[in-house]
């Protein structure tokens, strides 16, 4: 039987997800159906989009951009969270509580939310060989991309952190924020200063601003050096892995991390694992053979 999956977001017509997914499914042998799913950008609307997906027999559901924090207030009100999407303060995959459903609770009340981008990072940086145990670790910028990933980087082991950002007080705000809602990053040294102001030698440099998008370049010091360099942005040039890549740095864009939390997302609801490095080399056989096509 065909199990059913969307992602959300507004816009949504480029999202890779179905296609990743479906990469998953091939894999495993499962037979699935993942759609894009337009939703205006309200929360009623949403919550209506989940509740009538679910009732319709779905089976899991990605959100991405405007809804993550709709998710995460939509399933705190109702079937709970994980631990690292109530630290993130957002819920990119959701499913039912099964728990719930067999205490009782409608479907409504049953949709659990949980965050796989954070722990999707750290598993592509472990992937490509970069060491993240006791790794002097910097992250530049204080919003949403940031907040997810700091429990699964501490997770793993990391020693010291610091967050950069270019207003000060937003990191200093994202450090207190998140020491306050977990005993483990409480326990954790963590730093912070502007970004111009972020000096040393790092062993990993981590950019979660999407600055890099627009072209712009973050105010780099030249004393800044890193072993390591990691952009989550990915699909074209990043002026960020360039300026570390002339300073001896390897560097990774985000894609990979797209697709390892993709891969914790499937896992979450099918209780079968991917292998990401057969997925990511599958999806990009088939982006080459894509533009090839596209090309005669």
């Not at 969270?81 to 479907?107: D, I, P």
């Not at 072209?215 to 040039?237: F, S």
């Not at 001896?248 to 990979?256: I, M």
Request: hydrophobic letters at 45%; a negative charge.
């Amino acid at each position: 039987m065909t199990q059913h999956f969307i992602v959300v977001g507004n816009p949504i017509a480029h999202s890779k997800s179905p296609a990743i997914h479906t990469q998953f499914a091939a894999q495993t042998g499962i037979d699935i159906s993942y759609q894009r799913q337009y939703c205006p950008d309200d929360a009623a609307s949403f919550t209506a989009l989940l509740e009538a997906f679910f009732h319709g027999g779905g089976v899991g559901a990605n959100v991405t951009v405007p809804f993550k924090q709709v998710a995460y207030a939509c399933c705190a009100a109702r079937g709970g969270l994980s631990e690292h999407a109530k630290v993130a303060g957002a819920v990119n995959t959701l499913w039912l509580n099964t728990a719930l459903l067999k205490n009782g609770a409608s479907v409504s009340e049953a949709i659990y939310g949980d965050n796989t981008d954070g722990q999707g990072l750290v598993n592509h940086i472990l992937s490509l060989g970069w060491p993240l145990s006791g790794a002097r670790v910097a992250l530049i910028g204080a919003g949403g991309a940031a907040r997810g990933v700091i429990l699964p980087l501490i997770q793993a082991g990391i020693g010291d952190l610091s967050i950069a950002n270019r207003t000060v007080s937003k990191a200093e705000e994202l450090a207190c924020e998140l020491s306050a809602a977990s005993d483990v990053i409480d326990a954790h040294a963590i730093s912070t200063c502007a970004t111009s102001e972020l000096t040393g030698a790092f062993d990993i440099i981590i950019n979660a601003t999407s600055i890099g998008l627009s072209g712009e370049t973050l105010p780099l010091a030249d004393t800044l050096t890193a072993h390591y360099a990691y952009d989550m942005m990915y699909g074209r040039t990043l002026p960020f892995l360039q300026h570390f890549a002339t300073r001896g740095a390897q560097t990774s864009d985000g894609y990979g991390m797209l697709i390892g939390q993709a891969a914790l997302s499937f896992e979450r609801w099918t209780t079968q694992k991917v292998d990401v490095a057969i997925a990511t080399a599958a999806l990009h056989d088939k982006a080459l053979h894509d533009k090839q096509y596209c090309d005669k």
